[in-house]
């Protein structure tokens, strides 16, 4: 059973949002001081990246564990079951769906999930910047 209030739920998903955002606004602040610039801020190119390496070609999605359905830490709200499980299947589906195009375009794609970058930025960071020297100067 729901013991929430609607106005607890609204609040409880903005919260999510927004917990994302600064994750994301953390991430970027770490890897510019760590020396990777040049890069854009939510890309016109499919998918809307979060950051985008456009001499790389290299797309970089900062994935909130709630809304892009996280194998760890996926909590499935207790509520408005069949309209969370449509919106989040969806959103799985058009991840993938992304991955492939962006492919097709030889867009490299990391996509990292919201709790590793709040658990481990030092190590997102590296696998990034594996990613960036391995497509750099091509
Ligand atoms: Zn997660």
């Known amino acids: 059973m ?24 953390r991430f970027r602040k770490y890897i510019w001081k760590n020396g990777l610039r040049r890069y854009r801020l939510k890309s016109k190119i499919l998918g ?3 950051i985008y ?6 797309a970089v999605f900062i994935d909130g564990c709630f809304w892009h359905k996280c194998p760890i830490d996926f909590i499935r709200p207790k509520s408005k079951n069949d309209y969370w499980d ?3 299947k969806n959103n799985v589906r058009r991840d993938k769906k992304i991955n492939l195009e962006l492919k097709k375009e ?6 990292f ?8 930025p030092e190590k ?3 696998i990034l910047r594996t990613t ?7």
């Open 124 to 126: 997102c960071y590296r």
């Open 86 to 88: 449509r919106k989040i």
């Open 132 to 138: 960036y020297e391995k497509h750099n100067g091509i």
């Open 2 to 25: 729901d013991t929430h209030t609607p106005t607890q739920r609204k609040y409880n998903m903005s919260q999510i949002k927004s917990s994302n955002t600064l994750i994301e606004l």
């Open 53 to 58: 390496f456009p001499q790389q070609k290299l």
């Open 48 to 50: 809307k990246p979060d």
């Open 106 to 111: 030889s867009i490299k794609v990391l996509r």
């Open 113 to 120: 999930w919201e709790h590793e970058i709040e658990n481990n």
